[in-house]
């Protein structure tokens, strides 16, 4: 499989390019030059599959240059060895619960697939790799905790300072080993800015192999396409006109499951629910995308202002609004919104949304009032990560599962950088 620029279809890399380099040298993000097709007996067969027989089945086209099916099939087992349940909430409403990985989140599925992904590709260097990932929650914990130990392969993790909650800064800061935790004077957008910089810069790619690891590379992306084909064939058993709900930020999840739709999944309809940084709802309204500054809420992985993946549901929609506008809805809601529907939804039905998942559950609900359909809202952490915010909506408390725990009792090493360019390069250097 070849993989484009989203800034030039000529500029055509192979799968170990795409996933070591994750942004073109145009800036652009690598896409597919052609979606794969899924063999009409897996569309046909989908309810019956396992996870990993149609995990396996979706990454192979991608994957099938790059390695041997029985390599591919190794890194699929290794890195989904845990539940993915589609939990059913009430009436035409379910949760798919993404949150069963180590870091009890969904980033774990991508994380933990690029890391072995990686680790594949670079075996056989003799040179270190530094994987770079600004996070504003549960980007850094899953990153960090997917390659934590995996030898040859350095990861730092960029954070804006104050802003992530206790739980999700526990969870990359605590583990050492190959993982440094840097503690950014600045937002989210900050951190990926600072990221971004780094890789266009020529003095470092001169001296240092540098990888992104955030939801722009394919390497986490593919992966999470998975769980919607999944989702859907447990779903269509009793309804095939599933529509996913989905609470973006960065656009990579959703944008996963437009692949998936490409693919061949006969999904019906997706829905983009997102907090008040509502650049992409915008865009459906007026097709203008106007990126602002973001603005913190509890859902704060959610809190972008600036969705990279934009661009690749751009590139798969041929820039069309029109066909976007066709398959995808927009929602957006506060936080008051936010704490009213946890606690409502825990006092009726005894399910418990985590802030984040709540968006989508919202959304949901509020397209099915005019629109029929199997709804699946993607539960996309758990809530004892969120216990902050969470335990006084519902006043009581929250249990926390026992590998939550354990990060919780471990000590936290951070660096302090300001948010300066020039702090950040240094830093890079001094690693060579
Ligand atoms: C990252 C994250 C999101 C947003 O996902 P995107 O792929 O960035 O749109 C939603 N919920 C949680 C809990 C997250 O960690």
Request: hydrophobic share 40%.
């Amino acid at each position: 499989m070849k993989f484009c620029s989203t800034n030039n279809r000529e500029a055509i890399v192979g799968l170990k390019d795409a996933v070591l380099k994750g942004l073109a040298d145009d800036n652009g993000l690598y896409m597919p030059v052609t979606m794969p097709k899924l063999p009409a007996k897996v569309i046909e067969n989908i309810s019956s599959l396992t996870f990993q027989e149609l995990a396996f089945e979706m990454a192979q086209p991608f994957m099938a240059e790059d390695m041997t099916n029985s390599e591919l099939s190794r890194i699929v087992n290794e890195a989904f060895n845990f539940d993915v349940p589609l939990v059913k909430v009430h009436d035409n409403i379910s949760s798919l619960e993404l949150f069963h990985g180590p870091t009890l989140a969904f980033k774990d599925f991508g994380a933990r697939f690029m890391a072995r992904l990686l680790g594949y590709f670079t075996k056989d260097l003799n040179k270190e790799i530094h994987v770079l990932v600004a996070t504003s929650g549960d980007t850094g914990s899953a990153v960090a905790n997917g390659f934590l130990g995996v030898p040859g392969i350095k990861v730092h993790v960029l954070f804006p300072s104050g802003l992530v909650s206790n739980i999700q800064e526990k969870q990359f800061t605590t583990l050492g080993q190959n993982i440094t935790a840097l503690e950014i004077d600045g937002t989210f957008d900050d951190c990926q800015l600072l990221v971004k910089k780094a890789f266009l810069d020529a003095d470092l790619k001169n001296s240092l192999i540098l990888t992104s690891a955030n939801s722009i590379n394919l390497g986490r992306l593919i992966p999470q396409s998975f769980y919607y084909a999944y989702a859907y064939g447990m779903a269509a058993k009793t309804n095939p006109e599933v529509i996913f709900s989905v609470p973006s930020g960065n656009f990579g999840n959703i944008t996963a499951g437009l692949f998936a739709k490409a693919m061949g999944v006969p999904i019906k309809h997706f829905i983009a629910a997102t907090n008040i940084n509502d650049i992409f709802p915008k865009y459906l309204e007026t097709a203008q995308f106007e990126p602002k500054a973001s603005v913190s809420t509890i859902a704060n992985a959610m809190d972008v202002g600036n969705p990279s993946n934009f661009a690749r549901i751009l590139h798969l929609y041929n820039q069309s609004h029109q066909a976007i506008s066709k398959d995808i809805s927009g929602y957006r809601y506060k936080d008051e919104d936010v704490k009213s529907v946890v606690k409502e939804v825990f006092e009726k039905t005894g399910y418990l949304l985590d802030p984040h998942g709540a968006i989508g559950y919202m959304a949901l609900k509020n397209y099915l009032e005019k629109n029929k359909g199997n709804g699946i809202f993607l539960e996309t952490a758990h809530p004892a990560k969120f216990l902050e915010t969470v335990e006084p909506i519902i006043g009581k408390k929250v249990e926390i599962p026992a590998r939550l725990q354990k990060f919780i009792e471990g000590e936290s090493k951070t660096t302090s950088l300001t948010g300066k360019y020039e702090d950040f390069k240094n830093y890079l250097l001094s690693l060579r």
